[in-house]
């Protein structure tokens, strides 16, 4: 079946330092990838996503490229900040009679100063 | 635009009560609603969706319940509350594969 492989953390790093937070799915056919953010006590909210492979999502100095040939969405940031302090959640979609998104496990990240 | 607003925000229930979460979504028409449900320090696990009015589909079986009466309202809901219903609920609607959450609800059963 569908599913999304995560390194669930917690990562901690220091401000300015070098993310990268690994994902790996397992789909059929041709899903869309996604990274979602959670803030301490909210919602989830999308980052970034891509839909089709050697698609590149971006946003808010994150990126993500989409890699069907090892099955890859692995998340990084150059230089992160502490209010990127979070959970980040690896999905995929497919389309079914509705959306079936997948989530990861979730990595939590904190970043100090 | 469109937005998701879900409520309470947060709750204390004794163990046997009652629950009623409610969600509605503003700025779309028909569109797929689903509950999940964060454990404290867990992934997300979908309880419900809804493609629409009165069309609910349930993904694990549990003492919860879901309602859509109306095309952008959504209800959880449960006769009496177990320990284990504790959790954070989100409510989110979805367009071309993307989900949009509400704030969530925390809920912790004593």
């Known amino acids: 079946g569908n599913s999304v492989t995560q390194m669930e953390g917690p990562v901690t790093l220091s401000e300015e330092a070098f993310l990268t937070i690994n994902c790996t799915y397992t789909?059929?056919?041709?899903?869309?990838l996604f990274w979602y953010v959670q803030y301490p006590g909210e919602g989830l909210q999308l980052l970034l996503k891509a839909t089709k492979a050697d698609d590149k999502g971006s946003n808010k100095g994150f990126e993500a490229t989409y890699r069907k040939e090892t099955t890859s969405f692995h998340l990084e940031k150059g230089s992160v900040q502490v209010s990127d302090s979070a959970v980040y959640f690896c999905?995929?979609?497919?389309?079914?009679?509705?959306?079936?998104?997948?989530f990861g496990p979730g990595t939590s990240l904190s970043v100090i100063p | 635009s469109q937005t998701i607003h879900q409520w309470p925000a947060t709750l204390v229930q004794p163990v046997g009560s009652p629950l009623s979460l409610e969600c509605t979504v503003e700025g779309t028409s028909n569109p797929n609603l689903y509950w999940y449900r964060q454990a404290a320090g867990r992934g997300l696990q979908l309880l419900f969706y809804s493609v629409g009015i009165g069309q609910i589909s349930s993904e694990v079986p549990q003492n919860l319940s879901a309602s859509r009466p109306q095309d952008r309202q959504f209800i959880l809901s449960s006769k009496k509350l177990l320990l284990s219903d504790s959790g954070f609920y989100l409510c989110a609607w979805s367009f071309t594969g993307e989900l949009f959450f509400g704030e969530g609800s925390r809920l912790t059963v004593l």
């Open positions: 789909a059929t056919g041709y899903p869309s």
């Open positions: 999905a995929l979609s497919k389309k079914t009679s509705y959306d079936k998104v997948i």
